[in-house]
Every structure is written in C-alpha cells, then in structure tokens.
C-alpha cells in the first residue's frame, strides 16, 4: 500500500478546516498542531504514516502533553492547551475518516475537554436582538444591507460565512426558502425566510437578478465571513449594545434558544441549525435552561428584585414603625380623654 505523505495527509484536513468554516487563523493552528503531533509519533512510535496510529498512541500523546513543557513559554501546557491539541488530533482523524482514507477512526473514543467560560458566545436576548436590528438605519449608507444581512442571520440560524457565500440563485422568493450549499462538513441544507427578513431581502435586492451574484456586497466586492462578524461588532459598539462574549454568532446561538423557548422540536432546530449530531443541538437547551431560570427570578415573588430577605436593618425599621404607630396611638387616646373630661366639665 502505497504510503501516505504528512503533505496529502495535511492538504486533506486543510480542505476540511475550509468546509467546516473555520477562520483562516484557526486553520493555520489546527495545521500547526496535526504537524506537532505527527512529530511525536514519528520520534516516539516510529510511525511515518498516520493510517499506521491507533488509539494506543493517541492516548500516549495525551499523557506526553501532560508532562511536557512548552517551548514557547518554557512552562507545563495548561489543560486548556492540551484540550485544543487533542481536539485538532480528533479533528484531523475525523477528516481521514469522512474522506476514506481509514477503515476506523482511531480518535474517535478519545475524550478530553476542559470547561471554561472564557471565549463562550453568550445568547442576546429577543428584546436585546430586537432593539439592535431596529437600531440599524435602512437610510444610511450600507444600513439596509446590514439590516438585511442580520435579520436573515437571525431567521435562519445561518452562520458568518454561509451569509457570505450566499447568491441571488439561492434564494426561492416564491416559497420563503434559501439553499445553503457546501456549508460545515460540506453539506447542503434548505432553511426557511422569516416574513421580515424576506421583506427586507426583496428591497435589498430590488433590481438584481443575476443568480450566480453574491446577495451581500461590501465596497470592494462580495463580503467576508470575517468582514460580517466585524461589521457586527461595529455597529453594537455604536449602539452602545457590546458586552463580553457576544459576537455575530451569537445571533446564530439566539435563534436556536429562541426556537426553543417558543416550543419548537429539537430535531427541527438540528435540521435548521443543520448540526451533524442532535448533540450539538442538545446543548442549547442548556442555554433555555439559564433564560428559564432569569425569568423564574424576575416573577417569582421569592425570587425576584423586590422581595428581600429580612436582615438588621429590615427589624430596625419594623421596630422604628411599630414603635411610631404606639406612639400614635397613645397619643390618640389620650386626645380622646381630654375631649371626654371637656365634654363632662361642658
């Protein structure tokens, strides 16, 4: 069998980085990272070839990162910084896999995650999401791309670089319907058009026909993945909207939690989402859980802002009341018995 070269090996993942929409920079790293790990199995397990590796050595890899230091920062690697490791390592047996290049997937039992908030994309609420697409002014220079851009993001769960891929031929204004085609893991989908995006779509395009043109140009041409999620973060610094964590994908989390919160099925979202695995999906029901718990805390009468707990200064104030209300009352009985000795002397 012939041998197959780290560079056949790379140009495989690299394609399939580039299907699944990862960032230019972050494809650079995954690469970085599958080169890293073809090292060590090539030094420590004499392995050339990587259809050769087994879960055996993948699980070697793991501990050697545990016990290794970096040659960057001349310190042991951080768990967050070998969960990215290993997680490139899965990603670039899963693309030998889908591409049939392996029988099995070696990588694909191997599990490691550190759990860390920072970096996660937060969910906008609807009435934050409503006011920043109502904020953008169709009247502007660019303002009625934008609006159109966003809002179809946000009615079809679509993702930065599926909005710039997007052309004219795509779009099914008959049935309220657009194709995403070669999207993550190279696979097509079909989503519905909510009736205000597809209203602002039909005035955007006013006048273009041509089906094989992008749908969302910007100065110098068709727009970017990175140019939408920039642009995004422009206009909610303008609105005085920007806040941690939240970026143009997070529109694409929102529409998720927010089909769910008004009841819609879990494998529909998947379908629109179109997630791979009910997995992925699954998640975002963790993100219903936390906009369940902030509404439970702004009505429940145990809950919310106006109820408190009863402290030192709640007893000094029933205390200041009660003996304000005793004071009253001897004062009013005392009224009344100088009324009744006048009334008797009268």
């Avoid at 851009?149 to 309220?176: N, Q």
């Avoid at 205000?196 to 041409?221: D, H, P, S």
């Avoid at 200064?313 to 009253?328: I, M, T």
């Amino acid at each position: 069998m012939k041998k197959l070269t780290l560079f056949e090996v790379m140009l495989v993942f690299k394609r399939y980085l580039q299907s699944a929409c990862y960032k230019k920079q972050t494809i650079e790293t995954k690469l970085n990272e599958a080169d890293y790990f073809y090292e060590y199995v090539k030094e420590h397990h004499s392995i050339d070839d990587v259809r050769d590796v087994s879960e055996k050595e993948i699980r070697a890899y793991i501990r050697y990162l545990h016990n290794t230091v970096s040659p960057r920062t001349h310190k042991p690697y951080t768990l967050s910084t070998i969960s990215e490791k290993t997680a490139a390592v899965r990603l670039l047996f899963k693309s030998l896999y889908v591409n049939e290049l392996i029988i099995t997937n070696p990588a694909q039992d191997i599990t490691f995650t550190h759990k860390d908030n920072k970096g996660k994309r937060e969910v906008m609420r609807e009435e934050e999401l409503a006011q920043f697409l109502d904020s953008i002014d169709v009247g502007e220079p660019l303002g009625l791309r934008d609006r159109t851009m966003y809002e179809l993001m946000y009615s079809s769960g679509l993702r930065c670089c599926e909005v710039a891929r997007l052309k004219i031929g795509d779009i099914d204004f008959e049935k309220r319907l657009i194709l995403i085609q070669k999207s993550k893991f190279d696979k097509d989908r079909i989503v519905p058009v909510s009736l205000v995006a597809y209203t602002f779509l039909k005035q955007y395009l006013n006048g273009r026909t041509e089906k094989e043109e992008y749908v969302f140009l910007g100065i110098n041409g068709k727009m970017t993945a990175n140019a939408v999620g920039h642009r995004f973060r422009d206009l909610l610094e303008r609105y005085d909207m920007k806040r941690k964590n939240v970026s143009a994908h997070s529109v694409r989390h929102s529409t998720a939690t927010h089909l769910l919160e008004h009841g819609a099925g879990i494998r529909y979202v998947q379908e629109i989402l179109g997630h791979e695995s009910i997995e992925t999906t699954v998640r975002y029901t963790h993100m219903l859980y936390d906009s369940l718990k902030r509404v439970y805390k702004s009505y429940h009468p145990r809950e919310n802002e106006y109820f408190k707990e009863v402290d030192g200064d709640y007893l000094k104030n029933v205390e200041e009341l009660l003996a304000y209300v005793k004071k009253a009352r001897l004062h009013k009985r005392n009224y009344r018995k100088v009324i009744y000795k006048n009334t008797e002397s009268g």
